[in-house]
């Protein structure tokens, strides 16, 4: 399986501000994906990350607020921008595997908003 | 978008216990996958199972795609197997790869 590692771990920012979140896989992969973990839910899909192409985001997600880059096959930003307090999450990012249908998740970045 | 259903919601259990999660989803699937949540918010992979059952130590895992539900079974159960469990589905239909989560199985195990 891929090794993902995500840049920072965690993070306390102020209201209004933007976070830029950073996803490096060891090897080449076709797609990689953001997700969204509020506190005590599930994980809920922001958007595919396509390289070479705008990112698709899900119902509920717009690009103005979550601005995906993905320059290469192995590596891809999100941004949180203008946050506020129910900004508040655990990003994570994943990648297919397998020939895309197994996933595998990065460590994860903790979000905290004051 | 396919449903993902998981219960219970809350298992308390003593070490050494065996305990049964189930997973029910709402539509045929081309993925289906069980996590571990680490008190550290890290999703550990467990199984990737579509169909057909799999074991790996103390864990195994049924999937019966035709009648649309999934089964973790956790024998001789440690406190280090605490956290939460999420069933995801990807569903056949449609182009995209998205894995739907269901809430999760908060199991504490107890010394």
């Known amino acids: 399986s891929a090794v993902i590692s995500q840049k920072p771990s965690r993070d306390i920012c102020q209201r209004g501000t933007s976070l830029t979140i950073q996803c490096q896989v060891d090897s080449q992969v076709t797609m990689m994906f953001w997700y969204r973990q509020q506190p005590g839910q599930s994980l809920t899909l922001i958007a595919t990350a396509n390289q070479g192409s705008e990112a698709t985001y899900e119902s509920g997600f717009v690009i103005d607020k979550f601005p995906i880059s993905r320059p290469n096959l192995t590596f891809s930003t999100l941004t949180v921008s203008n946050m506020s307090p129910e900004d508040s999450s655990i990003y994570l990012c994943s990648v297919g595997a397998g020939g895309m249908n197994e996933q595998f998740f990065g460590p994860g970045t903790r979000l905290t908003v004051l | 978008g396919i449903q993902v259903e998981q219960s219970p919601p809350d298992l308390i259990l003593q070490e050494g216990a065996n305990s049964t999660l189930r997973c029910n989803f709402s539509?045929?699937?081309?993925?289906l996958q069980w996590f571990h949540q680490n008190p550290w918010g890290q999703l550990i992979n467990l199984f990737y199972i579509p169909s057909g059952t799999k074991q790996n130590g103390r864990l195994s895992a049924t999937t019966v795609a035709t009648e649309r539900y999934s089964l973790l079974y956790i024998s001789s159960s440690q406190t280090t197997d605490s956290g939460v469990y999420f069933c995801a589905a990807q569903g056949s239909g449609g182009s995209n790869y998205k894995l739907t989560f269901g809430k999760g199985t908060l199991l504490t195990v107890n010394p």
């Open positions: 539509d045929s699937v081309n993925n």
